[in-house]
């Protein structure tokens, strides 16, 4: 293992990126790479909070006060839908807890 880290080290210093970069974004780690998962999940998780609260914001009161288009309402509802299903309970379930990075 030490072999193959200094390696990396080596080439990474010689084309000017950080270890930091390469440990995170070149990994081979699965735990790793399960931890970056549930960091993607967990960003895309406020994204999709940020569609919710719009939501309710709308719905607070009857005729339209956020949206001016009735279709914008649709396409957030929409994404925010595709969103929690797909960028934060599928990565962070199969990525992040099914690849062993939780002890």
Known sequence: MSDHVRAGEIIA???GVSPFATRWFCSTNHKD???LYLLFAFGAGLVGAAFSILMR????EPGLQIFSNPQAYNVIVTGHGLLMIFFVLMPAQIGGFGTGSCP
Not at 57 to 60: A, D, K, R
Request: aromatic share 0%; net charge negative; no cysteine.
């Open 13 to 15: 210093h010689a084309h």
């Open 33 to 35: 790479n399960g931890t």
């Open 57 to 60: 914001m709308e719905l607070q």
